[in-house]
């Protein structure tokens, strides 16, 4: 079934171009991405099914993949936005991968230990036939076949090791064994990256072949291997717990990709952006403030400690909060994704005054 995105192989080329020269750190502005009803008019879409409740494996992935088509012909692509579909199976399907009990609503996505006992009755092991990482192979499959060279196709959200690992033990937990058991975490975190790498690689063998590069549930593009790595628990570890139990993760995992982006969710993980900052292969920190705090655009300092140690920064914020953060922090390094704005003219202004390309998807010159 072919499919209309009102997007040229010149957009592409565009796409291409200035992502990959951002990721060199050749540009001086920042890339930015906004999203809308595609211009002129169109009848709406049905809305596109929320999480893990449209994916139950009982459903019929054609169905479900209908409706999506049927959202992106009706999108608009403005600046450094592209195209895009996020398989969205909630946060840290990893776990339901790895046998614990896969939970949801339209809100949200839980998951619920698939054995009793201590640490040591958790082995880690990749299994092919677990059904949710057939049932995400399918889709993902399907939706390249369906979109492939038109559509980016994003990595299903695989969660962080040591969250994976929260989802077996509860936080709370999870915390003591941090304390009273801290080889066994070594040991299974350790399990947990390699089949995390596993995971990764068989959806990266079916994405790839499209030539639309790679790009995660974050608003982030690359030519080569990139994904949003993360360890929201960490949340509640101090610096040292951090360096000991999460930073071997995160090393291996950037070993393994090109452009490995971190999630700083929250304040905090403030704490951890130091020894962040110091890893030579991190690419890049999104930063995520947390409910009750300031948008992105009310740290600078924060956003300009991660440009000025050489890494990306991606965000999200309204039109005036990107406006301010070129403003006190400068573009370079910057990768905004700006919600709230609501005409299209509006989101032409917005990124002239950006320095980015006024441009909207199918109208590239």
């Known amino acids: 079934m072919g499919i209309d995105v009102h997007f040229s192989q010149t957009d592409w080329r565009r796409i291409e171009r200035d992502w990959s020269d951002w990721w060199l750190g050749k540009l001086d502005r920042p890339m930015a991405m906004l999203e809308g009803p595609r211009p002129g008019d169109h009848p709406p879409a049905a809305p596109e099914p929320r999480r893990t409740n449209a994916y139950m494996l009982q459903s019929d992935p054609e169905a479900f993949l209908d409706v999506v088509h049927r959202q992106l012909e009706t999108r608009g692509w403005y600046g450094d936005a592209f195209p895009k579909h996020w398989l969205n199976f909630g946060p840290g399907m990893g776990a339901g991968f790895l046998g614990c009990g896969v939970h949801f609503d339209d809100n949200t ?7 009793d006992g201590g640490l040591d009755a958790i082995h880690i092991r990749f ?23 038109k559509v980016a196709i994003a990595h299903t959200d695989l969660g962080g090791n040591l969250d994976i690992l929260a989802s077996f033990r509860g936080n709370e937990p999870l915390m003591m064994d941090l304390i009273d058991a801290p080889q066994e975490i070594e040991r299974l975190a350790g399990e947990i990256t ?9 959806l990266d063998a079916i994405i790839r072949p499209t030539g639309r590069g790679t790009c995660p549930w974050a608003p982030i593009w690359s030519p080569q291997r990139c994904y949003m790595l993360q360890c929201d628990a960490s949340y509640m570890f101090s610096p040292a717990m951090f360096e000991r139990f999460v930073l071997p993760d995160l090393t291996a995992c950037c070993d393994h990709l090109e452009h490995g982006f971190y999630h700083l969710d929250g304040v905090g993980q403030l704490p951890h952006l130091d020894l962040l900052l110091a890893m030579p292969k991190l690419r890049g920190v999104q930063w995520i403030p947390g409910d009750g705090h300031p948008h992105a655009d009310g740290w600078p300092q924060v956003l300009r400690k991660i440009v000025d140690a050489g890494k990306r920064c991606q965000v999200f914020t309204t039109s005036d909060g990107a406006r ?5 922090v400068g573009g370079r390094g910057m990768a905004i994704h700006v919600w709230g704005w609501h005409r299209r003219d509006d989101a032409l202004r917005l990124l002239e005054d950006l320095g980015a390309a006024p441009v909207v998807g199918g109208e590239s010159r």
């Open 109 to 115: 996505t839980w998951f619920g230990p698939p054995v």
């Open 194 to 202: 390699a089949v995390w790498l596993r995971y990764y690689d068989e």
């Open 324 to 328: 301010r953060i070129v403003r006190e």
């Open 127 to 149: 299994d092919k036939e677990n059904p949710w990482w057939k049932r995400v192979k399918t889709l993902t499959r399907r939706a390249v076949e369906r979109w492939g060279g």
